[in-house]
């Protein structure tokens, strides 16, 4: 079975500075990895997504993410923070042998942007 | 392209009643998938569905169920009400060839 670890329910960093969200998986076959994003009472927008191929995706927003095999990793980050990015980020995979789209969510981490 | 609807967006319901909460996935996805969200537990899968067909299921007891029709709404269904099924249930929907979902704004279901 595959899970999804995020270190640290809550970051908070100021108005400019680097954002990383932590992500690491377990999985017993090679996973595709999604980030997502939720903003309050709002349903979860699909950030970015590895599937195949490059290893550092580009999301919307100014996000990208790096899937690293050998430390089972797929961080989220971005280089400025902005007010906007304020809110809460699940990280997610789904077992490419499944045949169809379960997704295992992490816990989430709340981002926080003070001016 | 319009997205994901689900309705209601809030509902209020007692201890031992049932409710049903709707789905239209995006046009020409048709697998729907179901999560619960809590504080607690977070994001859990439910079920999804296929050509009006359950593919999968998540570790949710039998008071939990669902279908999908032939225009691939789905709608799941929740009897006997319990306070902790209190929580935001999304629907997710996704074309045949693909991982990716794309999400609703879910429902916020209380049970009091």
């Known amino acids: 079975a595959q899970s999804v670890t995020q270190l640290g329910s809550h970051v908070s960093v100021s108005e400019g500075a680097l954002v990383l969200l932590r992500c690491n998986y377990s999985?017993?076959?090679?996973?595709?990895l999604f980030w997502y994003v939720q903003y309050p009472n709002q349903g979860l927008q699909l950030l970015l997504k590895?599937?195949?191929?490059?290893?550092l995706v580009k999301g919307i927003n100014g996000f990208e993410a790096e899937f690293k095999k050998s430390e089972t990793s797929f961080h989220l980050t971005k280089p400025s923070a902005h007010m906007s990015d304020a809110a809460e980020y699940f990280c997610?995979?789904?077992?490419?042998?499944?045949?169809?789209?379960?997704?295992?969510f992490g816990k989430g981490t709340m981002l926080l942007v003070s001016p | 392209k319009a997205g994901v609807t689900q309705t209601p967006r809030y509902l209020i319901k007692t201890r031992g009643q049932q409710v049903t909460l709707s789905c239209s996935p995006i046009?020409?996805?048709?697998?729907v998938s179901w999560y619960q969200q809590t504080p607690g537990q977070g994001l859990q899968f439910l079920f999804e569905?296929?050509?009006?067909?359950?593919?999968n299921k998540g570790n949710f007891p039998g008071r939990f169920s669902g279908r999908q029709f032939s225009n691939s709404r789905s709608e799941m269904n929740v009897s006997t009400l319990e306070l902790g099924d209190s929580a935001l249930y999304l629907c997710?929907?996704?074309?045949?060839?693909?991982?990716?979902?794309?999400f609703g704004p879910g429902t916020r279901l209380t049970v009091t």
């Open positions: 997710a929907s996704s074309r045949v060839d693909s991982y990716e979902q794309y």
């Open positions: 999985s017993s076959v090679p996973p595709y």
């Open positions: 590895y599937t195949t191929g490059a290893t």
């Open positions: 997610a995979v789904s077992l490419t042998s499944s045949g169809y789209s379960t997704l295992t």
């Open positions: 046009s020409g996805h048709r697998s």
């Open positions: 569905y296929f050509s009006e067909t359950q593919r």
